[in-house]
T-cell receptor
Framework: DSGVTQTPKHLITATGQRVTLRCSPR?????VYWYQQSLDQGLQFLIHYYNGEERAKGNILERFSAQQFPDLHSELNLSSLELGDSALYFCASSSRTGRQETQYFGPGTRLLVL | SQQGEEDPQALSIQEGENATMNCSYKTSINNLQWYRQNSGRGLVHLIL?????REKHSGRLRVTLDTSKKSSSLLITASRAADTASYFC???????????FGRGTSLIVHP
């Protein structure tokens, strides 16, 4: 158990819908990262938050947005969902922003868009 | 694009054998990390090796780094069925601290 929690575990929804994925980092961590893992794209970095502020953006679509709240939990919002958004979404937390950091991954949310 | 690429894509061995996976990358790195992922689960950090290190051990794991060849290897000795998982290398390079993951090696250890 990494100490990072994600809810829900599974999500099935229809195209065009909007969903919110939630992540609670380890209690000592200020950083939250979001990743998307699909069969064709592998593990793709989406976005990084540190202590409530956005620090880096990766391959995140404009239909997706995220935020980190004062209690450090984070939410990833996916809107106007398409079939291709079906994937595993992971969050990871780490204790600092730096060049040598270990990320602790949550169990993931499996999203299926029908 | 992926920075690190693992090889082989899939590896099937018997329990007790050693498993070796390789990772090649394109640009100079700050560090390289190996992660394990059990089917459908989150990634678990195994080991981090800095760019100025050549070898690191952790239990049955041995990681080497050859910056001249831009490659790393992960050796799992005396494999067990519980080692069955996908193994990913992740690199951070330049001014970025964000790790970029390869597509992974799928390891199956038969009991």
């Amino acid at each position: 158990d990494s100490g990072v929690t994600q809810t829900p575990k599974h999500l099935i929804t229809a195209t065009g819908q909007r969903v919110t994925l939630r992540c609670s980092p380890r209690s000592e961590d200020l950083s939250v990262y979001w990743y998307q893992q699909s069969l064709d794209q592998g593990l793709q970095f989406l976005i990084h938050y540190y202590n409530g502020e956005e620090r880096a953006k990766g391959n995140i679509l404009e239909r997706f947005s995220a935020q980190q709240f004062p209690d450090l939990h984070s939410e990833l919002n996916l809107s106007s969902l398409e079939l291709g958004d079906s994937a595993l979404y992971f969050c990871a937390s780490s204790s600092r922003t730096g060049r040598q950091e270990t990320q602790y991954f949550g169990p993931g949310t499996r999203l299926l868009v029908l | 694009s992926q920075q690190g690429e693992e090889d082989p894509q899939a590896l099937s061995i018997q329990e007790g054998e050693n498993a070796t996976m390789n990772c090649s990358y394109k640009t100079s790195i700050n560090n390289l990390q190996w992660y394990r992922q059990n089917s459908g689960r989150g990634l678990v950090h195994l080991i981090l090796i800095r760019s100025n290190e050549r070898e690191k051990h952790s239990g049955r794991l041995r990681v080497t780094l050859d910056t001249s060849k831009k490659s790393s290897s992960l050796l799992i000795t005396a494999s067990r069925a519980a080692d069955t998982a996908s193994y990913f290398c992740a690199t951070a390079s330049g001014g970025s601290y964000i790790p970029t993951f390869g597509r992974g090696t799928s390891l199956i250890v038969h009991p």
